[in-house]
């Protein structure tokens, strides 16, 4: 099992990130498209190449939040479903074995009663657009050794989003990634989905969540029985991100585990 880190917004440049990652002793660096320099044309595959060299590390890559490849619009979920193929491209380069991806729950109509989820009112359209992506992906992916992960968030348990999500692991390049944090901040109810999927649980986002703090909290500070995740993660041989948001948060993180776990032998932190 690899543990790797987030991009942290304290940090300015991708080669301030490789190297903390390297100083921790962690394997990898999962690149967030949400912040605008890993946007796919600021993303220079040569150069994220010598700098995962310099300093032993590689990289997963976390595709932006707000892709949405099921938008009604046609031209913009062409964009969305281009924008993942591009990285798709991008990740053959840097070898990159993981992209993270979100489930969006779109928009709704609020009634006086409830509120309605258009892509669960026009679920046929929601699939339909959710199989060309998955398609293309696969046809991008093609043999190389690339998973796109599901994430689990607040949208993971609708009926509607489970049922995507069963529609894209029809496909051998799509898997699951277990934010552990997520689940409990919903009480849990993402948890049903994981475990009907759990064969396919290929990535996790580690971080600990207590009730009145919230969650991406650092390892040990919080709720969470962290030893029984990290089995979960040793028995499905998850990569491992310690997604705490701050330098302090990752270096906490980073001591909780040598104490609770290497001792055991369970945790490998170095890819070499």
């Not at 290929?202 to 991406?216: C, P, T, V």
Request: some cysteine.
């Amino acid at each position: 099992m690899q543990l790797g880190m987030p991009t942290l917004i304290e940090l300015k440049t991708l080669e301030e990130n490789a190297a903390l990652c390297r100083e921790l002793g962690l394997s990898f660096v999962e690149l967030s498209m949400d912040m605008p320099e890993y946007q796919t044309d600021q993303l220079d595959a040569a150069k994220l190449r010598r700098i995962a060299d310099k300093y032993g590390i590689y990289y997963t890559i976390h595709l932006s939040g707000f892709l949405d490849p099921c938008v009604f619009d046609k031209r913009v979920a062409t964009a969305h479903t281009e924008t993942a193929l591009e990285v798709i491209a991008i990740a053959k380069q840097l070898c990159a074995p993981v992209l993270n991806m979100h489930m969006n729950r779109g928009d709704h109509f609020t009634l006086p009663d409830r509120k309605v989820a258009l892509y669960a009112e026009y679920k046929s359209e929601y699939l339909q657009k959710l199989t060309d992506f998955r398609d293309k992906c696969t046809a991008t992916i093609g043999g190389a050794d690339i998973k796109v992960c599901v994430e689990n968030t607040r949208a993971f348990q609708l009926d509607f989003v489970a049922t995507g999500i069963s529609l894209l692991l029809e496909s051998p390049v799509f898997s699951l990634t277990f934010d552990i944090g997520h689940n409990a901040a919903n009480d849990f109810r993402q948890q049903a989905v994981i475990e009907r999927n759990i064969d396919r649980l290929y990535h996790m986002h580690l971080h600990d969540y207590a009730k009145y703090n919230g969650d991406h909290l650092p390892l040990g500070e919080g709720d969470l029985d962290l030893e029984k995740y990290l089995e979960l993660a040793e028995k499905h041989n998850c990569r491992c991100v310690l997604e705490v948001k701050t330098i302090a948060g990752l270096r906490s993180s980073v001591e909780w585990l040598k104490v609770i776990e290497w001792e055991r032998g369970i945790v490998n932190t170095r890819n070499s």
